[in-house]
């Protein structure tokens, strides 16, 4: 799977949009963008994916850029329940069993 | 909404001694997985399992741990004779068929070995 590379930290005040950004220069063509969470001693939360189109639920965006070598993830209007450990994970789909790679991710203080 | 449940919350053992931990993975998924996070570490995955048998493991899983789904609702890790180092958070997770799909996790077992 392709390595990814997000800043170790963010700040953001609450009520503000954070636009959390992901490396992902060496992705292939059949790799997807997944971005998972992990507030403190609470196992890893879905927040959302995709491969090549942008992709919006009720937690967050996704925007991919067009070469697909970056990607942010914007949640609209942090909370101070947001604060957690956000992971940019790359995840080739060859069958449904493919493990997730998590690496340090980006520590996002949501400040009042 | 559906949820991967795990008990117990936090185990402790003595080392040497075997330890089975226990998850209830989302009722229509097919595939499931352990996953661990030694204390201020990163998340590192141990093993898939799909139709009753490990389709993925790491270097991690070796001849002490063990998986199986005994009955149609539950997922276990077995850990033969735990170690010192095995002291973690170990979480379960489960996925739908399909490729894309993503996988949720349970809030996980905290291990620690005496």
């Known amino acids: 799977d392709a390595k990814t590379t997000q800043p170790p930290s963010m700040d953001c005040a609450e009520g503000r949009a954070a636009n959390l950004p992901c490396n992902h220069s060496?992705?292939?063509?059949?790799?997807?963008v997944y971005w998972y969470r992990q507030i403190h001693s609470q196992g890893p939360q879905y927040i959302i994916h995709?491969?090549?189109n942008n992709e919006t639920n009720e937690m967050a965006s996704l925007i991919i850029t067009e070469d697909r070598k970056s990607s942010t993830l914007i949640l609209p209007h942090a909370t101070l329940r947001d604060t957690a450990v956000y992971y940019c994970?790359?995840?080739?789909?060859?069958?449904?069993?493919?493990?997730?790679?998590f690496g340090g991710g980006t520590r996002l203080m949501v400040k009042p | 909404e559906p949820e991967v449940t795990q008990t117990p919350s936090h185990q402790v053992t003595q080392m040497g001694q075997e330890v089975i931990l226990r998850c209830v993975p989302i009722?229509?998924?097919?595939?499931f997985y352990w996953y661990r996070q030694i204390l201020g570490q990163k998340v590192e995955f141990l093993v898939s399992?799909?139709?009753?048998?490990?389709?993925?493991k790491s270097e991690i899983f070796d001849d002490q741990f063990s998986v199986e789904r005994p009955d149609g609702s539950n997922f276990t890790l077995k850990i033969r004779s735990t170690k010192l180092e095995d002291s973690a958070m170990y979480f379960c997770?489960?996925?739908?068929?399909?490729?894309?799909?993503?996988?949720?996790f349970g809030d996980g077992t905290r291990l620690s070995i005496l």
């Open positions: 009722s229509n998924h097919l595939y």
């Open positions: 995709g491969l090549k």
């Open positions: 994970i790359v995840r080739r789909l060859n069958n449904a069993g493919n493990m997730l790679t």
């Open positions: 399992f799909y139709n009753n048998e490990i389709s993925e």
């Open positions: 060496t992705i292939s063509g059949n790799e997807y």
């Open positions: 997770a489960s996925s739908e068929g399909a490729p894309n799909q993503p996988q949720h």
